[in-house]
């Protein structure tokens, strides 16, 4: 009997789009989107989510013994930098020849939040597994508002891709926050970017730890009457 072929071609011929690549330049230029975003979210506290603590342990368990059985070589980090955890496994020969092996295919692929397979120069295989570990102790409203108003800082890149759009409703907190930052600036002479790290890391100690639109804005209104009583002090 003659073989059964299955082919397909799928690779991307079309020509690169000339908009999508400006967009992605200005993203990721030194100072752009990406580098701003970062910073705003690296200041945010964190904490260590157990479940995914558990997984990298898990995982990082499930690669040395694979490491070992095909003499490769293993690195893995807690990365209080980048704030994830990732194992990165080198192998001169990526192979996964039975059930215990497949076992090991299987789990990162249930259990990785990111998983990348690259050869290295000198044509090691190179595999690399990220376990996200850390999350930020604020709202998904607020991660979004982070999004809109770093976008917006960048008039151009705003235009680009269209902007970002908020509810109503937390469009006015978002400008009750700006109207905030920018009144204890004037007032008090205090940099932006340094108060509004100091009241996440103080709302961050509270009970209640998760920061919100409606914590913010009603923190720094606090903080704002507390600076002009003191400066009325002064006076």
């Known amino acids: 009997m003659e073989n059964i072929v299955f082919e397909r071609n799928y690779e991307r011929v079309d020509k690169e789009d000339a908009h999508a690549a400006a967009i992605f330049d200005r993203v990721y230029a030194p100072g ?33 013994k694979f490491a070992q059985r095909h003499h490769g070589r293993i690195h893995g980090v807690v990365d209080y930098e980048h704030w994830d955890s990732h194992i990165d496994l080198y192998l001169r020969l990526l192979e996964f020849d039975d059930k215990e092996d497949m076992a090991v295919l299987k789990d990162i692929g249930e259990r990785a939040h990111y998983c990348c397979i690259s050869t290295e120069q000198d ?11 850390f999350e930020e102790l604020m709202s998904e409203e607020y991660a979004e508002y982070l999004k809109y108003e770093t976008l917006h800082e960048d008039e151009e890149l705003a235009a680009m891709v269209g902007g970002l759009t908020l509810s109503p409703e937390d469009e006015a907190v978002a ?3 700006k109207e905030l930052l920018d009144r204890i600036e004037d007032e008090a002479h205090m940099d932006q970017a340094l ?13 209640n730890a998760e920061i919100s639109f409606e914590r913010v804005a009603a923190f720094l209104t606090l903080l704002l009457e507390k600076l002009k009583d003191e400066m009325d002090d002064e006076d």
């Open 32 to 64: 752009g989107f990406m580098d701003e975003i970062t910073k705003k979210f690296d200041a945010i506290p964190k904490v260590v989510v157990p479940k995914d603590k558990e997984t990298y342990e898990y995982l990082l368990d499930l690669c040395d």
């Open 123 to 133: 044509g090691c295989f190179h595999v690399h597994i990220m376990v996200n570990y």
């Open 175 to 177: 400008q009750l926050i």
């Open 195 to 207: 108060v509004l790290r100091a009241v996440m890391g103080h709302m961050a100690k509270e009970e």
